[in-house]
Structure formats: structure tokens, C-alpha cells
């Protein structure tokens, strides 16, 4: 066996997000967003970052504002449920970031090409649309069998993907469950891999359902206990989203002065999941909390 | 038709693009007004339909308790599929996908849409939040349905950045571009409803929403709205209609104003 | 809902398998082989098949020896136990029919392709071997990106896959579990698929787990009950490889004769996969049954 | 080293092949000898190799029960991961495999490998079983190594077809026909161990097995045999690999002869 990747989230922030690299998180699209992962970034205060995603949660609206991000390679970034973002439109709209504009599907296939080693991949999408006047990462190429006209997406491989797992053991052999997204090409394109998860457990509990793993536990860097680390977003398994977070962000995040009091509040006076967790209180909590439990029929992996 | 007397704009728009999808069609679903007029669809008119989300869910059931969007864990219960982005955004590039539903910013008369910027893709105005899905939903669906908040400044000749590419500038400009199939089929606005002439490709306005007139749609689009011959009104959503969909929406989020 | 798509192999075979049609069958690679879907097909004398699959276990062999093929798309085709697929063998060098030479990874990327609605997908394998000599679906593409040589994969869209699962509802939803081999894209990329399946469970079961789920239900044309029917390849969650039938295989096809004799008696004979069981016998099969049971843990989808 | 008197040749290649695998690499394991050369790596002297396994599996430990086979549910109990080919292959094109091991019908002195067809595949003599992956590890893998009866009409100057390229006609031909990494880093037969130089690309004789001699293998060999200029003797298995070997096969139906 391997040795033990448990760290806490600030040494694993702090040794695999450098200054200047490139992030894929939130790659589940709307469910398990790795917030606690995001906001330690933004304590951190990482420069120069780029964020990989596809449509993105208000975490990369978050990490924009707190000024860590440089780049963006996303397919949408805003607030899943009232619109605009309003940290990324003023960063855009000020040339403080670049954007190179991906759909769902090219960004999926970028990571695709990245996790199976190849330099791009075909699509018949974007191909009439001006993504290919925003983002260098699109061309196009000839089928050699059809003459068919294909958009050819750039392999992307980012530096760390993030992802926020319900379980890992020490090892990095972890369950995810729930709809995928872009997550299991993000892991397997990039040079590293951060697993936050909500229970560590143990790698017998893993390894009798090894379909349910997410990645080969040799290509994680890194796994840290976080419970709670995927709110307000929805964590299948564990909670349901925190609607209000997202309705109320639209207002705390309208002007920079807001934004700068609201990351006070919920990044810069807080040290870790933990006390974030303390801080909204069990009560608050439990209102999120599965309470119409439906469990999976088990299947047996004997011999 | 029985009709309750009180409804909104949305109510109505949600309503009538339930009645955009026939039973038994895989509806690549979209987020807000779409997700609601899919449920809606489903519950009343097409039971066999099944819903393709980009998060990678499957569904042929209606979530089993209200949600606010489509990653909310009621849609994730009992689903049919739990997959990748990648397995949904495949089953729409084959082709199996037969219609989808995208909102915008803007648009133009051959139906092609901007949710990415406003100004020039090297000066940029306003940035929005971009294509998501949706580029991908109007490339490779059969047919896509559009739906859209009626204002002059988004309804203007041509779009400042296609993100999700109609009929380009006309007839022919999607097999030019490779593009192998679809289109938008309607365009579903807060003043009517238009198709899209076979011929040109160009928005033709075939329905008015009730207290709607022709005048009132050419104030709202800079350009010159072609008028269909069979202009009808736009049914009002029936009691069905709205007791359903109010059950899905219960505290009006989406469809209150 | 839909109507139930329940019916016995012989209707499914007769309905879905037509003489000249191509069919993706074995795509676990040596596990949960279709054996009972494929004695229907010698049975019913089909002929002018295409057979597609990655390394094929020695039902390509059998249904090659029954004359029902014409075609083979295929990365390896023999006995994994003992190598040589004599039936294959005999039939190549007699010109009976065509092989395309695939690698593992061409004819997944085949498939692929084919699922994600392509005409091709490109790859870094098979470069400067003979694969290109023998199979048509392989050409060269330059990547627009890195100007790097790759090999392209045509699209492989097969008229059906069959594949044999652990359980299926009325209606095609299904979990699988176990190595996947390329089961996935074949299901994804076929026109229509026949699902067999060892249990056929309520709709409730399936549904209880999404993520087990094996293909849209939507993409299934027919599920058929068959226990055993993977029988004497190895079934996770119900039974371990029957190894003798492998080994004996070997002598059973060395000739014409003797391959005549074993399908008479072995599909010939046999009405159906529960004569088949019946004809082994209880006391038999049940030397083949999961001893050391391994359950997963249950995973909650509830809200 | 201690050392049991009576041993098969299979067990010898056996042993050999499991000491080029170092500890923590990424083995994709094959079928046959490899699968037992892999195992008794990862007993002995390798705890932390990974196996990758092309029907979609990955194991950082041994299979619970001896196997005959990789498919066998022993294979597939409390595996790291249960997944597709194309993971597995992905792995492998990504550059994440260290090592392979392959099997072939035919060889010739720069490693490219034949197990497709002998004649012409336009005029087939004996048609083989195929590639597999075989041929993918070989242009995949970092390195690979090839596992062979050693016989002449198999060693010969240029094999019928390329099935898993080795280094074609010499020095620079794998990035010339597009290969980005890899190649053969030994041959193990049935009568010594062969490495690679690394000027000519050509098979060079580093090792007898007991009892073989320069001239018995130059017999068996179709072409002039280059000799190390530090020929040894290929060490003898220990009595722990034997017994570690005649675990997981214990009827010898791989190394009983």
C-alpha cells in the first residue's frame, strides 16, 4: 500500500495550486462543488490562476472576485439559478481576465482528449458559431473517410482538477455518486488530482464496489475531510442546495464593496470547513439535511 | 378550453412551449422556463417523453418534488440515467436528441442567438454569461425552440456573437458550415410565437399573445417582422396547464412575474 | 411508460438479428458473454453477419464455425484460455470471410466514435503497424493543433449490439457491473440493442441506483430473461468461469467434424438457455455458484 | 540465492520477466506468463506496482485466488477500479504505463512483433488470433517487454505483418511513423534474455538461460545474433518465486511445461 495523502485543506491547497497554474473545479456542473476547496484558494490568495469548467457554479464568480484568476476556459460562469455574475462580468468587462469561450460539449471533449493522451478531438458543435473567434483551442478538421467538416478541440490538461467527493479513503480510492458532468475526464486529463470528501473511509468499504470509484486512486495527489465542502451546492447523499445562498449572493455580489464584505464574512474571517460549518450551525444545517432516503440495492463483487 | 383568468406572461410562455414537444420525443431540457415547460409536458400531454439534462441525467419521470434547477436532488432520484456530460451531449451529436429549448440575450431574424457578449468579441460591452449547453443544443438537436424576453435591443438584425448558431444568414449557411442537421423551429417571446419560413429561413410571426398586436411586436424588433398568413392568438394556458405547473413552481420563482 | 420490451431469445434474435446485419457481441471482453444470445443466432442459421468486438471470446469462434459470418471487425479472435479459435482460423484461410484488424483501443474508438455521433476519432496507436494493410477504417489525420501524425478511426455504427446483464426492468433500464470492456460505446453506438439478462427486477430496483444504469433505457429493443445465459464465461454477482468447457473447447473445434458434433450437441439440441441449464444440471452449474460473496454498500439518492 | 533444483522453462521466463518490474510502477498486465510475472512482481519486490488490465480493470493488490485468466471474478474482487477499456487504454495512450508485456508468434531482430497472420494479408498462410491490445501497448507503453518460445521460423529476419511495432527498421523509425514514446526494452524466450542497443535499435543476446549456449540460440534464430559483450547467465528463480509462482498457478497449467 501506499502512504496516507490525508492532509488538511490549507497544506493541500498550498502545495498543489501554485500561482499561476491551471484548475479544473466544479466539474459536476450544478452538484458537488467543491466551495471549501474555492474559498481556501481565496484565502490563500493564489494569482494568475486559470479556471477550467463547464457550466460553472458562482464559486468561479467567487474566485474571480477575490482576484486570484487570470484566464478562464468555461463554458458558461454566472449564478445556476438567478443569471449573472456579476465578479466575472466586471472582471471581463474591465480586461482583468480572458475567457476562452467553450461550449458543455468542447469542454468535455478538451478534457477528453487530455485524459486519452491525445492533442485534440473531433465535434460536429460550434461549427457555424463564433466560440472559434474567442477560444484559440478550436479549429477545424477534415474526417478522412466522410470529407465531413468537424470543429477539433484542443486537448486541455490542467495542472489540478478539484473535485468534491461523498467518500475517499486515505488512498485517494473514493465513491462518487450523483450525475458525473465533466468530472471523471477532468480527473483523469490532469497532472494532479484534490479530493475533498465528506466521510474518509476505509479502502474495504472502497474496493467492494470498485465501479463506484471515481478515478484510479494512483493518479490523486491529495485527499481531504470536508464535510460539508460542497455547500451551498447540492451534495447527493449527504444535502440538498441552500437556495438561499445562491438568491442572496445575487445581491452580495452586485457591486465590488458587497462582494468585499461578503468574502469577509464567509472567506476571510473563516480558517477552514470546520468552523465554516460551526459558524451556519447544526440547526441551519439539518434544514439541508436527506430526509427522503432511497438506498441502492447492493450487488455482490464475489467469487 | 377551460382557462383560469389570471396568469403571467411566463405562465403562458412556459405553456405554450409544453406544447412544443409530442409524446414520445427525447427533450434535451434546459434551464428555468424550459425545465418548467417540460414538466408540464410531460405531466399532461406527453407521458412517453424523455428528458435529456447536461449534467448528465436522464429522465422519463417529472422530478418528484418541486426544484429550482436541474441539479437539484429531486431530479436525481430515481432518474433513468446518471451519466457523464459526455454520454448526454453523445446522444445529442448522434442525433438522438429530437428537440431542445435555449434562451438568450439576442437574436436575430434567422434565429441565431448571442449569450455571450455584447460589443465586439475584442471590445467587449457587456459580458454574459455564454453558450453553456446551449451552442451544443442548437447545432445537434433536430430541432431547437427559443425562448425569449420581446425587447427591441434584443431582437436586432444581426446578433453581436452567434453563440448558438439559427440559420446563419440564410438558406443553406448550416450545410455550408458543417453543421448536419437542426435549427431553430420557433421562437417563443413574451409578445407571440414565430416559426421560421422554409424557404429563407427568416422569424415569421405566426402567434400573438393575447392583448398583443402586430404594431406592438415591430416596436420591439429592429427589424421588419414578417407576418404569416394564418397569424392566430396565442391559446391561453389552460387550468390543467397552470395547476401543474404551479405545482412544480409553487412559489412562482420562475413563472411569478 | 412504455410497453415492456420482455420477450423470449428466439423472438429477439429473429426480430433483431437479420441475415447480413452487423452485430457488436462479447463487448465485455471475457466476461458476461452473450453465449445464450449466440447459440440462438447458429440456431436460426443467420448468415452474411458482420461480428464486432475488441478480444472475443470463443463464441466468434463458434458462430464462425456455425457459417453465419461473413465479416469480422474485431481485435482478437480465439479461446482466451488456450489461444487458438480454430473455427477462425479454418475460415480465414478457406476466404470465408473478411477480418479488419483491430487493436483494442481502435475498435473502442470505433464504437466511440460511433456513440458520439463522429466519423471518426483520432489516436496515437497503431501507427507503423500492418493494421492499416487489412483494415479500411483506419486511415492517418493531421492534428490542426500540433501538426502531429495520428491514426484516425472510422465510425463503427452497429445494426445491433447484444449484451448480457446482471438485471434489467420491462423496459431496458439495467445495471451492469464488472470490467465494462468496450460495453458502453457498443451500447451507444448501436441502432438497436438486445439486452439478456440473468434476473428481470421491478423498475424500482434499477431506478434506485441511476449510476449502475447501463445505457438509456430508451436505446434498448428487446430484454430477454436469460439465467446461465453468460454460462461458461464468468457472470460478477452469479457465477465464476466454467473452465473446463474452455479447455475442452479446444479439441471440440479442431476439426469441422468435431465442431459439427459439439454444436449438435450443444445448440442444436437445445430449445433454449433454460433447457441448456437444465441439460447441466444443478448439481453441476452449482460448482460455478459465487461462494465468497462481497456486497457493496449502499449508497443513499435520496433529497 | 537459494535456489529449488527442479524447475520448468515457463517458470524461468516467469521469474525474469517479474524482475523488470520495479516497485511503484504501472504494469498493463497481459494475459498468460505476464499475468503470473506481474503477480509474483508484486509479491516479492514490487508492493507498489499497479496492474492495468485491458478489460477495465485496475488492482494494486493480488487477485484473492489463483486465476487462470484476467477475467476471472478473482481478478475483479476488491479491485481499485472496475471500469471501461477506454480508461484503461486512455491510462496506457496518456503515457501513465511504465511497462507491458506482450506475447507473439513471430519476431524480428528490431522487436516488431507478428500474432495477426503468417504469408501475406493477401495471401494468408495461418491466420493467428490478432492484436488485442497487444498492439497498443507496444506503441503506448513507455516500455514493453516481449515474451517468446524461441524458435527459428519465429525468429525471423522480418516479420509477415507489423501486428505490435517494435523499432520497425532501426534507429528514429518509431517518430517517424508518429509513435511519441515506447518501444521494446527486452525480449525473454524460451533460451535467453535479448535487450535492445541503443544506436541500431537491434536485439543484442545479454542472457542464457542454464544449459543454453551462444551457438543453440544463433540455431534458432534467423538472423546473424548480436552478443552483449556482458553475457551472463540468467539467474536461476529463487525458491521464493517458485513458490510464490506455484501459488497463483498451482496445477501449472501456465508453467507446467
Redesign the interface.
Known amino acids: 500500500m501506499t502512504t496516507s495523502k490525508l492532509m488538511d485543506m490549507t497544506d493541500a491547497i498550498s502545495r498543489w495550486v501554485v500561482d499561476g497554474c491551471s484548475v479544473a473545479i466544479g466539474a ?4 458537488a462543488i467543491p466551495f471549501a476547496a474555492g474559498h481556501e484558494i481565496m484565502r490563500q490568495e493564489k494569482r494568475r490562476l486559470t479556471l477550467i469548467g ?2 460553472s457554479d458562482i464559486l468561479f464568480d467567487q474566485i474571480i472576485g477575490a482576484g486570484c484568476v487570470q484566464r478562464v476556459q ?5 449564478n ?2 438567478t ?3 456579476y465578479n ?2 466586471r472582471a ?2 474591465q480586461g482583468q481576465i480572458n ?1 476562452e ?6 469542454i ?2 478538451a478534457l ?1 482528449a487530455g485524459a486519452m493522451g491525445v492533442s485534440f478531438l473531433p ?9 472559434f ?2 477560444n484559440p483551442g478550436l479549429k ?1 478538421v477534415t474526417c478522412p473517410f466522410t470529407s ?4 477539433a478541440i484542443a486537448a486541455i490538461v490542467p495542472d489540478v482538477a478539484i473535485v468534491h467527493v461523498q467518500r475517499s479513503d486515505l488512498f485517494g480510492n473514493a465513491h462518487a ?9 477532468a480527473c483523469l486529463s490532469s497532472r494532479n488530482v484534490i479530493l475533498t470528501a465528506e466521510e474518509i473511509v476505509s479502502t474495504e468499504m472502497i474496493t467492494r464496489d470498485p465501479n463506484r470509484i471515481l478515478t484510479p486512486g494512483f493518479k490523486v495527489s491529495a485527499v481531504v475531510h470536508a464535510p460539508w465542502g460542497a455547500h451551498p ?2 451534495m ?1 447523499g449527504y444535502y ?2 441552500d ?1 438561499a445562498v445562491f438568491l442572496d449572493y445575487q445581491t452580495q455580489s452586485r457591486t465590488p464593496e458587497l462582494f468585499a464584505s461578503w468574502m469577509n464574512q464567509w472567506v476571510r474571517s473563516i480558517s477552514s470547513i470546520h468552523q465554516y460549518a460551526e459558524t451556519l450551525g447544526d440547526a441551519y444545517l439539518s434544514r439541508l439535511s ?1 430526509t ?1 432516503h ?1 438506498y441502492s440495492e447492493p450487488v455482490d463483487y464475489g467469487y | 378550453m377551460d382557462t383560469d383568468s389570471v396568469y403571467t406572461r411566463s405562465e403562458l410562455m412556459v405553456a405554450a412551449a409544453s406544447r412544443q414537444i409530442a409524446d414520445g420525443e ?1 427533450v434535451f431540457v434546459g ?1 428555468r422556463l424550459p425545465l418548467l415547460g417540460f414538466l408540464v409536458a410531460k405531466s399532461l400531454r406527453a ?2 417523453a ?1 428528458g435529456v ?6 429522465r ?1 419521470t417529472v422530478a ?2 418541486p426544484i ?7 431530479n ?12 448526454t ?8 436528441v429530437d428537440v431542445s429549448f435555449i434562451g438568450g440575450a439576442q437574436v436575430d431574424r434567422f434565429g441565431n442567438l448571442n449569450t ?2 455584447t460589443g465586439s ?1 475584442v471590445n ?13 443544443l442548437a ?2 438537436a433536430h430541432r431547437h425552440i427559443i425562448i425569449m424576453a420581446h425587447e427591441r435591443r434584443r431582437f436586432m438584425p444581426r446578433v453581436d ?5 439559427g440559420y ?1 444568414d440564410g438558406k443553406g ?2 450545410e455550408s ?4 442537421r437542426g435549427g431553430p423551429s420557433a421562437v417563443i417571446t413574451t409578445m407571440g410565437i414565430f416559426a421560421f419560413d422554409h424557404e429563407t429561413c427568416e422569424m415569421v410571426l405566426t402567434s400573438l399573445h393575447p392583448g398583443v398586436t402586430v404594431e406592438m411586436v415591430q416596436e420591439q424588433t429592429d427589424w421588419p417582422v414578417r407576418i404569416s398568413t394564418e397569424l392566430s392568438q396565442t391559446p391561453l394556458p389552460t387550468h390543467q396547464e397552470l395547476s401543474t405547473l404551479r405545482r412544480f413552481d409553487p412559489n412562482g420563482y420562475w413563472t411569478g412575474k
Open positions: 459536476n456542473l450544478e452538484t463547464p457550466i468555461a463554458a458558461w460562469v454566472g445556476v439559478i443569471g449573472v455574475g466575472f462580468r471581463v468587462e475567457v469561450d467553450h461550449s458543455n460539449l468542447t468535455s471533449m477528453q465535434s460536429r458543435t460550434a461549427l457555424g458559431s463564433d466560440l473567434a474567442t477545424f465531413q467538416k468537424h470543429a455518486w450523483g450525475n458525473m458532468g465533466i468530472t471523471r475526464e451546492s447540492p447527493p440538498n442546495r437556495h436527506i427522503h432511497d | 427525447v434551464m407521458p412517453n424523455v439534462y447536461e449534467l448528465g441525467i436522464i422519463d418528484s418534488e429550482l434547477t436541474m441539479g437539484d436532488l429531486p436525481l432520484y430515481r432518474s433513468q440515467w446518471l451519466a457523464d456530460t459526455r454520454d451531449m453523445s446522444l445529442l451529436q448522434q442525433g438522438l455571450t457578449l468579441s467587449i460591452t457587456t459580458r454574459l454569461p455564454g453558450s453553456g449547453g446551449a451552442c451544443d447545432c445537434l456573437y452567434i453563440t448558438s448558431p446563419g449557411w448550416r458550415v458543417g453543421l448536419i
